[in-house]
């Protein structure tokens, strides 16, 4: 099974900061990874697939980066309603497994 | 745009099942995954398997022995029956729908809002 770490596991930001989020695969997943966010009551959201191609819908801040066993979520500007956890996934081999997340707080 | 929803009961006791049921709608079942994640209080998400539209079923090893999912295209629905239940088993359950895009990259393209199930006698 491929273990995914994401650290920090929260971080504290503001509106209009560039934040970066990491993502750790413990082998090497090529560019199988995706990017979910996050928030209380609402059902997860898909952003990114395949490490960087951006979902339908998604705002154009939101980019992905990365290759082999590491990966980054970045969001150029942080608006207001992107306050929520992060979640790295590998789509490599299954079972499919997931960072732990990264909570991006005020 | 589908969506999905969870159902079934909120509380389980030990040693027994666990079922939950995913009714799909404003889509179809055809061509896709359909797969159960779980989160514990407090932890993070843990793929438990999928179901493919043609029956195909691949499973987390970790819970292989006590997981079952199955579909039911007539009904637009899939469900998850989990044996043998413990307080570990605690978590909220969520349906999803997976894709596999023309590159080969699997993802998650739907979530339901999830269900807690607690297990406690």
């Known amino acids: 099974e491929i273990q995914m770490t994401q650290s920090p596991t929260s971080l504290s930001a503001s509106v209009g900061d560039r934040v970066t989020i990491p993502c750790r695969a413990s082998q090497s997943i090529d560019t199988y990874l995706n990017w979910y966010q996050q928030k209380p009551g609402k059902a997860c959201k898909l952003l990114i697939s395949g490490t960087s191609t951006l979902q339908s819908g998604v705002p154009s801040r939101f980019s992905g980066s990365g290759s082999g066993t590491d990966f980054t979520l970045t969001i150029s500007s942080l608006q207001p309603e992107d306050f929520a956890t992060y979640y790295c996934q590998q789509s490599y081999s299954t079972p499919w497994t997931f960072g732990q997340g990264t909570k991006v707080e005020i | 745009q589908v969506q999905l929803q969870e159902s079934g009961p909120g509380l389980v006791k030990p040693s027994e099942t666990l079922s939950l049921t995913c009714t799909v709608s404003g889509g179809s079942i055809s061509g896709y995954y359909w797969s159960w994640i779980r989160q514990p209080p407090g932890k993070g998400l843990e793929w438990i398997g999928y179901?493919?539209?043609?029956?195909?079923?691949n499973y987390n090893p970790s819970l292989k022995s006590r997981v079952s999912i199955s579909l039911d295209t007539s009904k637009n629905h899939f469900s998850l029956k989990l044996r043998s239940v413990t307080a570990a088993d605690t978590a909220v359950y969520y349906c999803?729908?997976?894709?596999?895009?023309?590159?080969?990259?699997?993802?998650?393209?739907?979530w339901g809002l999830g269900t807690l199930v607690t297990v406690s006698s």
């Open positions: 179901v493919h539209y043609t029956g195909t079923t």
């Open positions: 999803a729908r997976e894709d596999l895009d023309n590159d080969g990259y699997y993802y998650v393209d739907s």
